[in-house]
């Protein structure tokens, strides 16, 4: 039997640090790199990997003891590996970087590439099949358990974290569960993995209690407070015909859920007197009917946008954190809707193309999205969405914004409309256009300029040229 120590490696500066989670039992079969304990000093809180395979025959600490480099933590036998493999010579890394990479500071809340990846495939299409929405974008993290945004100086080490140590913050990371609503029973207010597991089964009975320890009843501000979702056997009130909604709608479905719960929409509507520009479409589709280009309103409408995000740069951004992204380029999508649901494809550089070459685009990009051919990078990128009802009809409607996007355009059908021109009636073409705009970013006055600014490009659309 092969025995081998296994001691603290060079953890830096931490020296007497406390052992707050021993994660491992005697009996257990290691693998290299698994994490063995948790560690916290006033700072931080880490987790020390084992640098050997093994079965654990002894374990030498327990909670509360105090650990330095070089402290031995237990013994494996390391001829009793179940597929664990000892780190051969050439993949051994120094104990320092052994600590570095496993040891998880509290950052940990950000999920880690490899997390992401997942997150991100839960919404990416598989090669082969239908490509995803970007309502559905790759960028949708799951819900994370806190902000690890506030970074103080140089330091590594955030502060204003939920005291927890990484392996319960991947823990409550992977379902889903905002640290900062769980309440820590550990020394100092430390959450432990039972906290988040008593907090979860509190929710799902309906009993979570909020950090202040009351009960989350509805009115509480904490979370949604939601009724569950009603369960009806419909089939007792008549035939049924149950059918599984397509993998697109389930996604993107899941999307515009969130954005309509997390952001706070107003929907600014408006009108722009078309009629001169209708007439300027018509006949250039007359000009060049031969050529098989047909010019539609959308590529109009794209340009005007893109005039007026050129004016109003707070609706080409998106919040990160506490930082409002401001883009210089401009991408725009359109929602177009395809048998198995709503897509967002996205024109690139929507400033650089004429309406000729964005009417080519959009209609050959929408095809492809019917037929499910779009490829997900083409849906992602975009900054600000259109999504036009007009050729099927309706007056106004409420546009969901497509997060990180800010603000989207919702345009209904055209119709013609006396409009008072100071002496008469006269029969204007008038386009219905309804901007949902995020609130935190957004104000309703600047909301308001923006749609009616728009309405001025699309009336007279020389302007766009000034
Ligand atoms: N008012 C009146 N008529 C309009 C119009 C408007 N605002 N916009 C387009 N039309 C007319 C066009 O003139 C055209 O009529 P003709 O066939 O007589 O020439 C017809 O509607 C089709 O127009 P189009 O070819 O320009 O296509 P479009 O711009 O209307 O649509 C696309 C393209 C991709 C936006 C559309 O196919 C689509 O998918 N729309 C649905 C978008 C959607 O689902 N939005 C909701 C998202 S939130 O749930």
């Keep these: 039997m092969a025995q081998i120590e296994i001691k603290v490696p060079d953890i830096g500066d931490f020296k007497e640090v406390e052992v707050i ?30 640098s050997h395979a093994g079965k654990l025959i002894s374990l030498a600490v327990k909670v509360g003891d105090k650990v ?4 031995v933590l237990g013994v494996v036998d390391a001829d009793a590996q179940e597929g664990a493999k000892e780190m051969g010579a050439e993949g051994v890394k120094s104990p320092t970087e052994e600590a570095v990479s ?21 919404v990416s299409a598989p090669a082969g099949t239908a490509p995803l929405p970007t309502l559905a974008t790759a960028s949708a993290p799951t819900v994370v358990a806190a902000s690890a945004s506030s ?22 990371r992977e379902l889903g569960v905002d640290l900062n609503q769980v309440k820590g029973s550990g020394p100092k207010g430390r959450i432990t993995q039972l906290d988040v597991q008593g907090y979860v089964k509190s ?27 009603p369960q009806v056997d419909f089939a007792k009130f008549g035939p049924i015909d149950p059918k599984p909604l397509s993998r697109i709608k389930k996604i993107s479905g899941a999307n515009l859920h969130r954005n309509w719960v997390m952001i706070p929409h107003v929907t600014n509507n408006d009108e722009a007197d078309i009629t001169d520009l209708e007439a300027l479409r018509v006949q ?36 990160d954190g506490e930082t409002l992204v401001l883009k210089k380029y401009f991408h725009i ?17 929507v400033d650089q193309k004429g309406v000729m070459d964005l009417a080519t685009e959009t209609s050959e990009m929408a095809k492809r999205a019917r037929e499910g051919k779009l490829s997900p ?47 008469e009636f006269v029969p204007r073409l008038t386009l219905p256009l309804s901007l949902s705009y995020d609130h935190r970013v957004i104000d309703g006055a600047a909301a308001a300029r923006f749609n009616a600014y728009l309405g001025q490009l699309l009336s007279d659309f020389r302007r766009i040229a000034l």
């Excluded at 330095?68 to 402290?71: M, Y």
């Excluded at 970074?151 to 409550?172: C, D, E, M, Q, W």
């Design 21 to 50: 989670e021993v994660l491992v039992s005697p009996g257990d079969v290691l693998s290299v790199e698994q994490s063995l304990i948790t560690v916290e000093s006033d700072k931080a809180s880490m987790e020390i990997p084992c």
């Design 102 to 122: 496993a040891a998880s500071f509290a950052s940990a809340d950000t999920p880690s590439s490899a997390e992401k990846s997942t997150s991100s495939e839960a």
């Design 151 to 172: 970074a103080s100086g140089s330091s590594n080490i955030p502060t204003n974290l939920p005291h927890a140590s990484p392996s319960v913050r991947k823990f409550a």
């Design 377 to 423: 990078s083409e849906m992602q990128g975009g900054c600000f969405s259109i999504s036009s009802l007009g050729g099927i009809g309706g007056t106004h409607f409420t546009p969901i914004i497509n997060a990180p996007e800010v603000a989207i355009l919702g345009v209904s059908k055209s119709a013609m409309k006396p409009v008072w021109n100071g002496k």
């Design 203 to 229: 929710v799902m009975s309906g009993t979570n209690a909020s950090p202040s320890g009351q009960a989350a009843s509805a009115g509480s501000g904490v979370g949604l407070d939601l009724l569950p979702w």
């Design 68 to 71: 330095s480099e070089g402290t």
């Design 284 to 319: 250039l589709n007359k000009e060049n009917e031969k050529a098989g280009i047909k010019l539609t309103m959308l590529a109009f409408l794209m340009k005007a946008v893109v005039a007026a995000l050129r004016k109003f740069p707070e609706f080409n951004a998106s919040i």
């Design 333 to 349: 999508g359109f929602a177009a809707d395809t048998p198995n649901g709503l897509v967002v494809p996205v024109v690139r550089d």
